[in-house]
């Protein structure tokens, strides 16, 4: 299977009624530890990263191997560049070959947010690839450098931004933050439904992590197809490590390297159970 536009995997997903996990990776450990869960559950994916993360990972080293990896599995997977903040590693995103961007305007003003986002989306569909948008301010932010607020999303606004940016998926606020929650999250259901009732876009969640089985599942019902999950990966990886590690399991760098990917392979497998897309690898 190529890799592949989210678009398509997100148009099945709403009509199946599950969500495709759209998951941040750090290095190669995590792409294949991801891209086996999707293989041995026959799963779509979206395989991502975020602006903030390059400093760690630099995207014309990660980028070509997200791609590759993609191009590689025999399930659909898109690559997707997550919270884009400048165009010129949004560009960059594209050159690479990434299917989808987001641009995260959440901070602007509406009409700039709307009007940037749109010119975003603009430029990914020269090279024929998607575009993600943000309205209303999911909390913290991506790699917890910043404590941003939650602004919930107003659905009239989400609907006009949806008309004005014509973005392929939007990612909503609905009391959900980014990193590990200190206390469960009361997600905003009411603010869900009226906003799937009035955007036709498929809806997306950030901020994964922390939130219950049975509250991703209340969301995929109201109207969210795309999932992010980030934090939980990173900490799935490092906890496998680490118990490998205290188990005596790691008598060498190559031991650690199998732990890493066993660890992003299990979050992985758990979340895909979770939003029902196991199956659905077929497009
Ligand atoms: P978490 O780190 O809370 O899973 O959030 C991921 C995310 O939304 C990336 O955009």
């Given at each position: 299977m190529p890799l592949v536009k989210m678009s398509p995997l997100l148009a099945k997903a709403k009509e199946g009624k599950y969500a495709v996990g759209s998951f941040s990776v750090a290095n190669m450990e995590m792409v294949l530890g991801v891209l086996?869960?999707?293989?041995?559950?026959?799963?779509?994916?979206?395989?991502?990263?975020?602006?903030?993360?390059?400093?760690?990972?630099?995207?014309?080293?990660?980028?070509?191997?997200?791609?590759?990896?993609?191009k590689n599995c025999s399930m659909p997977v898109a690559v997707h560049f997550d919270h884009g903040k400048t165009f010129e590693k949004i560009g960059q995103a594209l050159d690479i070959g990434?299917?989808?961007?987001?641009?995260?305007?959440?901070?602007?003003?509406?009409?700039?947010?709307?009007?940037?986002?749109?010119?975003?989306?603009?430029?990914?569909?020269?090279?024929?690839?998607?575009?993600?948008?943000?309205?209303?301010?999911?909390?913290?932010?991506?790699?917890?450098?910043?404590?941003?607020?939650?602004?919930?999303?107003?659905?009239?606004?989400?609907?006009?931004?949806?008309?004005?940016?014509?973005?392929?998926?939007?990612?909503?606020?609905?009391?959900n933050a980014h990193g590990n929650y200190k206390q469960t999250p009361k997600l905003r259901f009411d603010i869900l439904e009226q906003t799937a009732s009035m955007v036709d876009v498929p809806l997306v969640l950030h901020g994964g992590t922390g939130i219950l089985p049975d509250d991703f599942r209340k969301c995929i019902q109201l109207g969210i197809h795309k999932i992010n999950i980030a934090t939980a990966?990173?900490?799935?990886?490092?906890?496998?490590?680490?118990?490998?590690?205290?188990?005596?399991e790691i008598k060498g760098y190559y031991d650690l390297q199998a732990a890493e990917v066993e660890g992003a392979y299990k979050n992985a497998m758990k979340h895909i159970e979770i939003f029902g897309c196991a199956g659905k690898g077929t497009l």
């Open positions: 086996k869960a999707v293989e041995e559950t026959k799963s779509p994916a979206i395989l991502q990263i975020a602006e903030v993360r390059l400093k760690q990972s630099p995207l014309e080293v990660i980028g070509p191997l997200m791609v590759a990896a993609a990434f299917t989808s961007v987001m641009f995260d305007g959440s901070h602007l003003p509406f009409e700039e947010n709307a009007q940037t986002t749109a010119k975003v989306n603009e430029l990914a569909k020269k090279y024929n690839a998607d575009c993600e948008g943000e309205i209303g301010c999911v909390g913290g932010s991506e790699d917890g450098s910043e404590n941003i607020a939650i602004n919930c999303t107003a659905p009239d606004e989400a609907k006009k931004f949806a008309e004005l940016s014509n973005v392929d998926a939007l990612a909503v606020a609905i009391g990966t990173f900490d799935s990886v490092e906890l496998n490590a680490r118990n490998a590690y205290e188990n005596g």
